[in-house]
C-alpha cells in the first residue's frame, strides 16, 4: 500500500550507499504499528554485518547501523506524505500523519473491492491436490476438512498471486473395492437406491455388512470358517478378474465407481469447489509398472526378484543417510502388482511433466506423512528439482462428542448429514427470528450461515490438530465461528443501508480517531501481508485467525461508535466509508474461507 513511498526511500538508500562504498544488504521493511502514529521500518543490521565481514567499518556493528541509518536520515530530506523520519538503533523508521494513512488505507481498499490484498502475478504454478477419498465409500466429516483446508489453500495462494490448479486423486481400486463389488454382485445385483447421496452411502453400508462376512470370528464353527473362506475365495477371484480386464467386472466397476463419483461431485458442489483436473489411481497403475523399469535402470531401485524377493527402493541408502529416515520401501510386489507408493510416483510425474507444475501440494491425512516423506524422496533420487517443492499439508482427525469414527464398523459421521443438520437448526432460529424474510430468501440464508458454521469450524483448528466437532459450538454467534464472522459483515451492511448513498469519492481522517478506528484500520490494512503469509507458509489458519480478529474488531467498533448519529458530516462520512471498506475486507477474507457473505441475517 505504501509501495511509492518505500521505494523513494529506497532509491535514496541505494545511491547513499553507492557513494559510500557501502555493501547494502536486501532491505526489507516491516509495518510499525500504531503507537500515536503509524509507520514502517528498516533496519542496517545486516550491511553493518557484510561490511565487518568484508574488514571494513572497524566498529561494533550495531554502532555502525546506527551510524548508517542517523546518515540515511539526514540524506532523505523530506518525501510526500511522510511526516517524521527516526534513526533508531540501527532502524530507520518512517512515519505518517495518521489521518493520510487512514484515507490511504480506506481508498485503496475501495477502488480495489474484490481484489483488495491480491498479491502480484508470480511466475510459478500450484497445484492443490485434494478431495480425493476412496470411491465406495461414504463422504464424511473428514474427508470434508480435507476439502475444506484444500480449497482454501488453492483460493488463497491463488489470490497470491500463484497460477492455481486444483486436482483430485481418488482411490478407486484395491481390495475395499473389491470387497463393495463383491457382495453387491452376491447379495444386492441390479438393486440401487434413489438419490445421489443416498446411492453413495449405500456402498458404505455394503462395506460393512461383507466386512463382517469376511471377518474371522471368535468360536468359529469349521462349517462358518469353511463359509469365510469360500467368500474370501470368491473376492479373490474378482480381484483376479478386474485384474485381467474381464469386461463385466470392469462394467461393475465403473458403474459403481460413478456412483460414488456422483455422490463426491454433489458435495463440491455444496462447497463451491470446481475442480480443474480429475487423476484416478487407477489411471496410474500400468504406468506406474514402467517407471519401475525405469527406476532399476537408473539403479534408484534394486530389483531383488530374482533372489524370490520384490522391486525395492532403499531410500536412506540411496540418499547417502546414515540414520534411518525414509527407510527401505516396496515398489513391486513379487506377484507384479504395484503399490499406493509406486502409483504416486507416477503421478507426480504427471503433474510435473503434463502439467508443468513448480509447487505441488498434497492435502492428505497426516498418517500419511511418511509415505508422502518416502515419494517426495524418490522423486529427489529421481532427479525432479520440483521434489523440493512438493509439500504435505496433512491433517488431523475429526470426529464428534459421541466418539470416533470406524468406516469398517459403519460408524462413520457423513457430512451431508451434519451440513443438512446445520441449515436445519439455522432455519428453525430464522424462521422464528427473521419472520419478515421472506421464506425462499430465508432458506438461502441458512444455507449460508449453516456451511459458514460447518466451513469455518475445520479451518479455526491448526491443521495438524484432532477436531472434535460440537455443532452447537459452530453455530454459535460468539466466539470464534463463522456465522460471528458472517454476522460482522451483516451489522456493517446495515449500516450502510441505513445511511444511503454517499456522495463522496475519498475520505479525509482529520480529526482525533478513537482507538476503535485505529484498531479496525490497523487490522483492514494488515489484510494483503496476511494474504501473502498464509499463501507461502500455506496455513489457511493465519488467515481464518485474522478473519476472526478483523470481525472482532469490527463489532467493537460498532458497539463503541454509533457512526449513523455522528452529528458531524465531514466525521460521519468518514466513519461510513471506514465501514465500507470494513465490509469489503471481511468480504474478501470470507470468499478467502469458502464462506459466503449474507446481506442479512
Ligand atoms: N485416496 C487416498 C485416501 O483416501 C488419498 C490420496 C492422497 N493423495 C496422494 N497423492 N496419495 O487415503
Not at 149 to 163: I, T
Not at 167 to 185: F, H, K, Q
Not at 229 to 256: C, I, P, S
Request: one cysteine or more; charged letters at 25%.
Amino acid at each position: 500500500m505504501f509501495t511509492q513511498e518505500q521505494q523513494i526511500i529506497e532509491t535514496k538508500i541505494k545511491e547513499f550507499c553507492a557513494a559510500n562504498d557501502i555493501p547494502l544488504a536486501e532491505l526489507k521493511w516491516q509495518p510499525i504499528p500504531f503507537s500515536g502514529e503509524w509507520g514502517f521500518a528498516t533496519s542496517f543490521f545486516q550491511t553493518a554485518a557484510n561490511e565487518a565481514r568484508a574488514g571494513k567499518g572497524g566498529k561494533p556493528v550495531p554502532q555502525r547501523a546506527q551510524e548508517m541509518a542517523e546518515q540515511v536520515k539526514g540524506q532523505i530530506g523530506s518525501v510526500d506524505g511522510i511526516s517524521r523520519i527516526d534513526a533508531v538503533k540501527g532502524y530507520l523508521n518512517l512515519y505518517f500523519s495518521t489521518s493520510a494513512y487512514a484515507s490511504r488505507v480506506v481508498d485503496e481498499v475501495l477502488a480495489s473491492g474484490l481484489d483488495f490484498g491480491r498479491g502480484a502475478k508470480k511466475n510459478e504454478r500450484v497445484m492443490v491436490e485434494y478431495a480425493q477419498p476412496n470411491t465406495h465409500h461414504s463422504f464424511h466429516i473428514g474427508h470434508a476438512r480435507n476439502t475444506i483446508l484444500g480449497e482454501v489453500l488453492a483460493r488463497l495462494v491463488e489470490f497470491a498471486g500463484f497460477e492455481t490448479i486444483r486436482a483430485s486423486y481418488p482411490g478407486d481400486l484395491g481390495l475395499g473395492v473389491i470387497t463393495v463389488m463383491w457382495i453387491y454382485e452376491k447379495l444386492y445385483k441390479g438393486q440401487e437406491p434413489e438419490g445421489v447421496h443416498e446411492r453413495g452411502q449405500w456402498l458404505a453400508k455394503l462395506y460393512v455388512e461383507a466386512t463382517a462376512m469376511l471377518e474371522k470370528q471368535e468360536n468359529e464353527t469349521p462349517e462358518q470358517t469353511a463359509q469365510r473362506e469360500a467368500y474370501d475365495a470368491e473376492r479373490r477371484e474378482m480381484y483376479r478378474k478386474w485384474d485381467t480386464g474381464d469386461k463385466y467386472v470392469r462394467e461393475l466397476w465403473k458403474a459403481t465407481r460413478e456412483w460414488s463419483l456422483e455422490e463426491l461431485r454433489d458435495v463440491l458442489k455444496m462447497l463451491d469447489v470446481k475442480m480443474d483436473v480429475w487423476f484416478y489411481e487407477s489411471d496410474v497403475d500400468e504406468p506406474s509398472k514402467v517407471i519401475v523399469d525405469e527406476l532399476i535402470a537408473r539403479d534408484i531401485a534394486t530389483d531383488e526378484r530374482p533372489q524370490g524377493g520384490a522391486v525395492i527402493v532403499k531410500i536412506d541408502e540411496k540418499l547417502g543417510l546414515t540414520k534411518e529416515k525414509y527407510r527401505t520401501n516396496v515398489i513391486l510386489r513379487r506377484d507384479g502388482t504395484t503399490l499406493y507408493l509406486t502409483k504416486d510416483l507416477a503421478l507426480a510425474k504427471v503433474k510435473f511433466e503434463k502439467y508443468h507444475v513448480d509447487r505441488s501440494i498434497y492435502v492428505v491425512d497426516v498418517r500419511q506423512s511418511l509415505h508422502l516423506q518416502q515419494a517426495f524422496a524418490i522423486l529427489k533420487l529421481w532427479g525432479f528439482p520440483q521434489a523440493e517443492k512438493c509439500y504435505h499439508l496433512g491433517y488431523g482427525f475429526v470426529s464428534l462428542p459421541e466418539g470416533a469414527m470406524s468406516a469398517r464398523r459403519g460408524r462413520v459421521v457423513l457430512f451431508k448429514d451434519v451440513a443438512d443438520e446445520a441449515v436445519k437448526r439455522v432455519l428453525l432460529v430464522e424462521t422464528e427470528k427473521s419472520a419478515d424474510i421472506p421464506p425462499e430468501e430465508r432458506g438461502k440464508i441458512a444455507y449460508q450461515i449453516g456451511m459458514g458454521a460447518l466451513v469455518y469450524s475445520m479451518l479455526s483448528v491448526d491443521n495438524n490438530k484432532d477436531i472434535v466437532f460440537d455443532i452447537n459450538e459452530a453455530l454459535s454467534f460468539d466466539g470464534r465461528t463463522g456465522p460471528y464472522i458472517q454476522n460482522a459483515y451483516v451489522r456493517a451492511n446495515s449500516i450502510l443501508k441505513k445511511a444511503g448513498t454517499l456522495n463522496v469519492q475519498r475520505s479525509t481522517f482529520n480529526y482525533e480517531l478513537t482507538k476503535h478506528e485505529i484498531e479496525l484500520i490497523e487490522l483492514i490494512s494488515r489484510f494483503p501481508q496476511t494474504v501473502e503469509q498464509a499463501a507461502n507458509e500455506y496455513r489457511p489458519l493465519v488467515m481464518a485467525a485474522y478473519a476472526y480478529d478483523l470481525a472482532n474488531t469490527f463489532h467493537s467498533f460498532y458497539h463503541a461508535v454509533n457512526v449513523l448519529q455522528t452529528e458531524d458530516e465531514k466525521i460521519r462520512n468518514a466513519r461510513l466509508l471506514l465501514v465500507m471498506a470494513a465490509k469489503q475486507t471481511i468480504e474478501n477474507a470470507l470468499r478467502l474461507l469458502d464462506i459466503q457473505a449474507p446481506e442479512v441475517m
